[in-house]
């Protein structure tokens, strides 16, 4: 079975803290991609990287970078947390053309 | 643009009947696929079903059936014999292949199976 683990599954943490959120899956996948999730807003991609050190902007990257050093690890980093950033991040990997695998999820609050 | 819309907040079903959720999708590429994935209240999203665009047969998987009416841009999910277990969050997603490995994602619809 295919996993996608994410480093916690709460965070709390304060306005202006920087913030990593890691992502490592087991399948040596291609791609990695960064989601936030909303109430109404369904998915929003962040960022998704497509090989090593290599990344992409989606929808909403701003407020956010990412890191990708190695094939099974991608890192999303909130450089100043703010309080409009406290939402749902899912993390999700594959390989071209095919369905994408999920983490757990990581529940962020910012104070 | 590619876009997935998902029309239905909110749906109830009885336990034992069949439903559909709503999936419609825009883009202008030839060649995409639609996903739909389940999200239980757990908060991990599980892949269920797809369907090619160039896929002549309705994808089925389990009690899973996808009606795909390409000419009306629709992909709608049907689920049988509706469990209690059902009741989760429902995305319809698209991925069109020449921008890449980017996916749409709809904006969900909460299903709620009534015992």
């Known amino acids: 079975d295919v996993k996608v683990t994410q480093s916690s599954r709460y965070l709390v943490k304060r306005t202006g803290e920087k913030v990593f959120l890691e992502c490592v899956q087991d399948?040596?996948?291609?791609?990695m991609f960064w989601y936030r999730q909303d109430p109404g807003l369904g998915l929003r991609l962040i960022y998704f990287?497509?090989?090593?050190?290599?990344?992409e902007k989606g929808d909403i990257p701003e407020g956010y970078s990412v890191s990708r050093e190695k094939k099974e690890r991608f890192s999303l980093i909130l450089e100043s947390a703010s309080t409009n950033q406290t939402s749902m991040y899912l993390c999700?990997?594959?390989?071209?053309?095919?369905?994408?695998?999920f983490g757990p999820g990581t529940r962020l609050t910012v104070t | 643009a590619q876009k997935i819309t998902q029309t239905q907040p909110g749906m109830f079903v009885q336990e034992k009947e069949a439903v559909t959720l709503d999936c419609t999708y825009d883009?202008?590429?030839?060649?995409?696929?639609l996903f739909w994935y389940k999200q239980p209240s757990s908060g991990e999203m599980i892949f269920l079903i797809y369907?090619?665009?160039?896929?002549?047969q309705n994808a089925t998987e389990g009690r899973y059936s996808l009606n795909f009416q390409k000419a009306r841009k629709s992909a709608n999910l049907v689920i049988s014999a509706s469990q209690l277990g059902d009741s989760a969050m429902y995305f319809c997603?698209?991925?069109?292949?020449?921008?890449?490995?980017?996916?749409?994602f709809g904006t969900g619809t909460s299903l709620t199976v009534i015992p």
């Open positions: 999700a990997s594959g390989q071209p053309a095919y369905e994408q695998y």
């Open positions: 399948m040596d996948h291609e791609n």
């Open positions: 990287s497509y090989d090593v050190k290599m990344k």
């Open positions: 883009t202008s590429d030839p060649s995409y696929g």
């Open positions: 369907q090619g665009s160039y896929d002549q």
């Open positions: 997603a698209m991925r069109v292949i020449n921008t890449g490995n980017q996916f749409y």
